[in-house]
Nanobody, 125 residues
Framework: QVQLVESGGGLVQTGGSLRLSCAAS????????MGWFRQAPGKEREFVAN????????YYADSVKGRFTISRDNTKNTMYLQMNSLKPEDTAVYYC??????????????????WGQGTQVTVSS
């Protein structure tokens, strides 16, 4: 099991930027697939982006493509989500999670086992 802790959320104006971090502990990530999800009030948790730890290949939801960038730092066992050109509709609690498989590149949150506690991102208009 991997413990995950998110940080970096906050309040930002439309068009602004934030960088979220997800620090992993318990073991060193290697062949894992890690993901970012978000959940707005009254809505289901939705996929944002994921990354294959070994090679850094990434996949994005259409709603964030071109604005968000997922990355990882192997030396720190930490994943990041750089969010630029933020919009009010990006307002949500953002979670990081670990895919229960190493071969899948899943978009469904049910395929992820370990979750962080979440960090709030609020974009004002």
């Amino acid at each position: 099991q991997v413990q995950l802790v998110e940080s970096g959320g906050g309040l930002v104006q439309t068009g602004g930027s934030l960088r979220l971090s997800c620090a992993a502990s318990g073991r060193t990530l290697s062949g894992d697939v890690m993901g970012w999800f978000r959940q707005a009030p009254g809505k289901e948790r939705e996929f944002v982006a994921n990354i294959r730890w070994s090679c850094g290949s990434a996949y994005y939801a259409d709603s964030v493509k071109g604005r968000f960038t997922i990355s990882r730092d192997n030396t720190k066992n930490t994943m990041y989500l750089q969010m630029n050109s933020l919009k009010p509709e990006d307002t949500a609690v953002y979670y990081c999670a670990r895919d229960r498989t190493t071969w899948g590149f899943h978009l469904n949150p049910n395929e992820y086992d370990d979750w962080g506690q979440g960090t709030q991102v609020t974009v004002s208009s």
